[in-house]
């Protein structure tokens, strides 16, 4: 069905007649493949980029069975992810949890160059990905709004003008059935337009709901991308971009953990089963576009991307998951956002490059409203309106100096001004209540200096100190609440890029020190969830990466990440002390000590494909292996994520001219049942599962 839609849409294309097949098993594909990325805003060779960076092709995503953002951690160890109604990426123990309407991630997610403004935008599909790059630590003088952990830098598939097919649709367990597909054309000599679309159904849960009897866990997504690429001059590109997404699940439904008692007595009924009697899900729906300008002046290439968003989200929310009614109700969340960057990049050759840039983001986020009632309202029914608006401001710019053969002194600086306002009020049983009003600006200088030598083409060492900031921020959810002070983080790294033997191995490494402060944390006040600060944090850790082709066709691939990440200082913490007959009560005590949390002391994958060539097309066995050690989700460390296991796996079959493919894969083959949220609150601590063990075959056609 998904294919017979695409070439709908594409109905007079003539696609290109078949070729000989390629040759199989030559030297060249005995040599790692190059990978080429923009994290320095122009096109190198990963291994040349003097910087801590995981890239992953379109094709290795396929391959690993990546489908959404949250699964990019089974390729990158240092990254992990919390998943709810909105997603909270951790990049070396740097982020926090996204709690409130208007919240902002300390690690920066960019689509084609435009911020995500919202986290409610960040659990779809990776539809018409080109590549994925994950750059860990600040970033900020050239990226246009500054991120304190990290980028997730995502590029997608620009329009071609060769016709171009290439779709693909599956079935798995739990009834799940999904479809991608992606086409492209020419229009005229200048003009060349792609769609891509992604449709996601499983209609079977993971488990049921004891209370109400129905399904637990089930979901349902589709995007749609547009583009159209104007290329009016061989010095000039213009793209418009046009994208929706729509995703209804239940990521944000829990039920007590094991072990624990909720506030009404209840328990865990199982790791994927439900409790409550309120049927909990959030739906979203993302309307976007952007138009970026791309201008080569000779001197210079202008650029200047300008984008718009719009997310609605509705919630209904259940405080404890349990089978009695204590504090409930629907959430209606929005989100819009307008974002202007402009760029200039200076030629690649010459001794002396450079990057200048001025950037300006406008959103309003806010909960309309978030309606609640329930047996400790009293029978009241409460509505919570709150609206935050922020406007930021920032130039920044990086040089590099070749001032001696092969070695480059890198400098970058960053100046950010940022105004926030939050107004709200709570209107009880329809009775409007006081409204409140509070601003505030906040600004800081970030500077990033790097200095490194290449030995020889394939052999890099650099180090390079950075500051990263991530602004203040009011609680939209309680417009009373004082405002967030800004993080602030300084990083030092150390680090090499080496490949080895004719390019068949691949070695990078890197060991970093963080110094952390005004850590923006969570805790519950008067059953509101809200963001304070904790004082100071210190992570000290290391990385190894390394991808080996012993013989053509063989890749290996292995990675280790070590983080130790803890409170310096935080002696004020929200602490849970348990109550007899069930729920929590709180109170203040010293996590000074403690680890941060959705950071592993220890984390690996492993990975190996080997492509076998015969005179009836390739076969393509894949194995992935994803181990990440213990570690918290509360500045507490009383709630404790055991060991996680995963193991991926998979057959795929291309016929001869790569027209078409058949993929037989499983996810999670040692079924380990691993949480994807918790949330601790007085009423239960509560826990969100990731899938349990999944199976499906994938049938591709490309034109």
Same mark, same amino acid.
């Given at each position: 069905?998904?294919?017979?839609?695409?070439?709908?849409?594409?109905?007079?294309?003539?696609?290109?007649?078949?070729?000989?097949?390629?040759?199989?098993?030559?030297?060249?594909?005995?040599?790692?493949?190059?990978?080429?990325?923009?994290?320095?805003?122009?096109?190198?060779?990963?291994?040349?980029?003097?910087?801590?960076?995981?890239?992953?092709?379109?094709?290795?995503?396929?391959?690993?069975?990546?489908?959404?953002?949250?699964?990019?951690?089974?390729?990158?160890?240092?990254?992990?992810?919390?998943?709810?109604?909105?997603?909270?990426?951790?990049?070396?123990?740097?982020?926090?949890?996204?709690?409130?309407?208007?919240?902002?991630?300390?690690?920066?997610?960019?689509?084609?160059?435009?911020?995500?403004?919202?986290?409610?935008?960040?659990?779809?599909?990776?539809?018409?990905?080109?590549?994925?790059?994950? +750059?860990?630590?600040?970033?900020?003088?050239?990226?246009?709004?500054? !991120?304190? #952990?990290?980028?997730? &830098?995502? *590029? /997608?598939? =620009?329009?071609?003008?060769?016709?171009?097919?290439?779709?693909?649709?599956?079935?798995?367990?739990?009834?799940?059935?999904?479809?991608?597909?992606?086409?492209?054309?020419?229009?005229?000599?200048? +003009?060349?337009?792609?769609?891509?679309?992604?449709?996601?159904?499983? !209609?079977? #849960?993971?488990?049921? &709901?004891? *209370? /109400?009897? =129905?399904?637990?866990?089930?979901?349902?997504?589709?995007?749609?991308?547009?583009?159209?690429?104007?290329?009016?001059?061989?010095?000039?590109?213009?793209?418009?971009?046009?994208?929706?997404?729509?995703?209804?699940?239940?990521?944000?439904?829990?039920?007590?953990?094991?072990?624990?008692?909720?506030?009404?007595?209840? *328990? /865990?009924?199982?790791?994927?089963?439900?409790?409550?009697?309120?049927?909990?899900?959030?739906?979203?729906?993302?309307?976007?576009?952007?138009?970026?300008?791309?201008?080569?002046?000779?001197?210079?290439?202008?650029?200047?991307?300008?984008?718009?968003?719009?997310?609605?989200?509705?919630?209904?929310?259940?405080?404890?998951?349990?089978? /009695?009614?204590?504090?409930?109700?629907?959430?209606?969340?929005?989100?819009?956002?307008?974002?202007?960057?402009?760029?200039?990049?200076?030629?690649?050759?010459?001794?002396?490059?450079?990057?200048?840039?001025?950037?300006?983001?406008?959103?309003?986020?806010?909960?309309?409203?978030?309606?609640?009632?329930?047996?400790?309202?009293?029978?009241?029914?409460?509505?919570?309106?709150?609206?935050?608006?922020?406007?930021?401001?920032?130039?920044?710019?990086?040089?590099?100096?070749?001032?001696?053969?092969?070695?480059?002194?890198?400098?970058?600086?960053?100046?950010?001004?940022?105004?926030?306002?939050?107004?709200?009020?709570?209107?009880?049983?329809?009775?409007?209540?006081?409204?409140?009003?509070?601003?505030?600006?906040?600004?800081?200088?970030?500077?990033?200096?790097?200095?490194?030598?290449?030995?020889?083409?394939?052999?890099?060492?650099?180090?390079?100190?950075?500051?990263?900031?991530?602004?203040?921020?009011?609680?939209?959810?309680?417009?009373?609440?004082?405002?967030?002070?800004?993080?602030?983080?300084?990083?030092?790294?150390?680090?090499?890029?080496?490949?080895?033997?004719?390019?068949?191995?691949?070695?990078?490494?890197?060991?970093?020190?963080?110094?952390?402060?005004?850590?923006?944390?969570?805790?519950?006040?008067?059953?509101?969830?809200?963001?304070?600060?904790?004082?100071?944090?210190?992570?000290?850790?290391?990385?190894?990466?390394?991808?080996?082709?012993?013989?053509?066709?063989?890749?290996?691939?292995?990675?280790?990440?070590?983080?130790?990440?803890?409170?310096?200082?935080?002696?004020?913490?929200?602490?849970?002390?348990?109550?007899?007959?069930?729920?929590?009560?709180?109170?203040?005590?010293?996590?000074?000590?403690?680890?941060?949390?959705?950071?592993?002391?220890?984390?690996?994958?492993?990975?190996?494909?080997?492509?076998?060539?015969?005179?009836?097309?390739?076969?393509?066995?894949?194995?992935?292996?994803?181990?990440?050690?213990?570690?918290?989700?509360?500045?507490?460390?009383?709630?404790?994520?055991?060991?996680?296991?995963?193991?991926?796996?998979?057959?795929?079959?291309?016929?001869?001219?790569?027209?078409?493919?058949?993929?037989?894969?499983?996810?999670?083959?040692?079924?380990?049942?691993?949480?994807?949220?918790?949330?601790?609150?007085?009423?239960?601590?509560?826990?969100?599962?990731?899938?349990?063990?999944?199976?499906?075959?994938?049938?591709?056609?490309?034109?």
């Amino acid at each position: 069905m998904a294919i017979a839609c695409v070439v709908a849409t594409v109905p007079n294309i003539a696609f290109a007649q078949s070729t000989p097949p390629p040759e199989r098993a030559t030297q060249a594909n005995a040599a790692i493949e190059e990978i080429v990325v923009t994290a320095q805003k122009r096109s190198e060779r990963i291994q040349d980029v003097p910087i801590s960076i995981t890239a992953i092709t379109g094709d290795s995503m396929t391959r690993r069975g990546i489908n959404t953002a949250d699964e990019l951690t089974t390729a990158v160890p240092a990254l992990t992810w919390q998943k709810s109604y909105n997603g909270a990426p951790f990049i070396r123990g740097v982020g926090k949890p996204i709690v409130t309407a208007g919240n902002e991630s300390s690690v920066g997610i960019f689509v084609d160059g435009v911020l995500q403004i919202s986290p409610l935008m960040t659990n779809f599909a990776l539809n018409n990905v080109e590549r994925v790059e994950v +750059l860990k630590g600040p970033q900020g003088t050239l990226f246009g709004r500054n !991120s304190n #952990g990290g980028v997730i &830098n995502i *590029t /997608t598939r =620009e329009p071609s003008h060769k016709p171009t097919l290439d779709a693909s649709i599956g079935y798995a367990n739990y009834e799940t059935v999904e479809g991608k597909f992606y086409a492209s054309t020419g229009l005229s000599d200048t +003009l060349a337009v792609s769609v891509a679309g992604a449709y996601y159904d499983q !209609s079977d #849960g993971w488990g049921r &709901n004891v *209370t /109400t009897g =129905e399904d637990a866990y089930t979901e349902k997504s589709h995007d749609i991308r547009a583009k159209l690429l104007w290329e009016p001059t061989d010095r000039t590109k213009i793209t418009l971009t046009g994208e929706y997404h729509f995703m209804r699940s239940q990521s944000n439904a829990y039920s007590p953990m094991a072990g624990t008692t909720a506030l009404d007595g209840s *328990t /865990t009924a199982g790791f994927y089963n439900l409790t409550s009697d309120y049927d909990t899900y959030v739906r979203t729906k993302v309307g976007a576009g952007s138009l970026s300008v791309r201008h080569d002046m000779g001197w210079a290439q202008l650029v200047s991307i300008s984008a718009y968003t719009d997310v609605r989200t509705f919630w209904p929310y259940d405080s404890d998951g349990s089978p /009695t009614a204590n504090l409930q109700g629907p959430i209606w969340e929005t989100a819009k956002g307008f974002t202007q960057e402009v760029q200039l990049v200076s030629p690649s050759q010459g001794n002396f490059k450079w990057v200048a840039g001025l950037y300006y983001m406008y959103f309003d986020a806010a909960f309309n409203p978030i309606e609640l009632n329930g047996a400790e309202l009293g029978g009241a029914r409460l509505e919570i309106f709150g609206d935050t608006k922020a406007n930021s401001y920032a130039g920044f710019g990086e040089a590099t100096w070749t001032f001696l053969p092969s070695t480059n002194l890198i400098v970058g600086g960053r100046m950010t001004f940022d105004s926030r306002s939050v107004s709200g009020h709570t209107d009880v049983d329809g009775a409007p209540g006081a409204v409140t009003r509070q601003s505030k600006n906040f600004s800081q200088p970030t500077w990033r200096v790097t200095l490194n030598h290449s030995f020889n083409p394939d052999l890099m060492v650099y180090g390079t100190v950075s500051t990263g900031y991530n602004s203040g921020q009011f609680n939209t959810g309680n417009a009373a609440a004082p405002a967030v002070q800004p993080e602030k983080l300084t990083a030092y790294e150390v680090g090499f890029k080496a490949q080895l033997f004719d390019r068949r191995f691949q070695l990078n490494a890197s060991a970093f020190h963080y110094d952390y402060k005004d850590l923006q944390v969570t805790i519950v006040e008067n059953a509101v969830t809200l963001q304070t600060n904790a004082a100071k944090a210190r992570i000290d850790g290391f990385e190894v990466e390394s991808t080996i082709v012993p013989i053509p066709g063989l890749y290996l691939d292995a990675s280790v990440a070590y983080t130790n990440a803890r409170y310096s200082d935080y002696e004020n913490a929200q602490f849970y002390v348990t109550l007899t007959g069930g729920g929590y009560t709180t109170t203040t005590g010293d996590a000074t000590g403690n680890r941060l949390q959705s950071a592993p002391r220890w984390s690996m994958t492993a990975g190996a494909r080997y492509d076998i060539e015969t005179e009836a097309g390739r076969f393509t066995p894949a194995v992935n292996y994803t181990r990440r050690g213990p570690y918290y989700w509360d500045t507490q460390n009383i709630v404790r994520e055991p060991t996680q296991n995963l193991l991926g796996a998979s057959l795929t079959y291309t016929s001869l001219y790569d027209r078409w493919s058949l993929r037989l894969w499983g996810k999670n083959l040692l079924n380990d049942k691993i949480r994807a949220w918790t949330i601790q609150r007085v009423e239960l601590f509560g826990s969100t599962p990731s899938a349990p063990r999944t199976y499906g075959a994938t049938l591709g056609v490309k034109m």
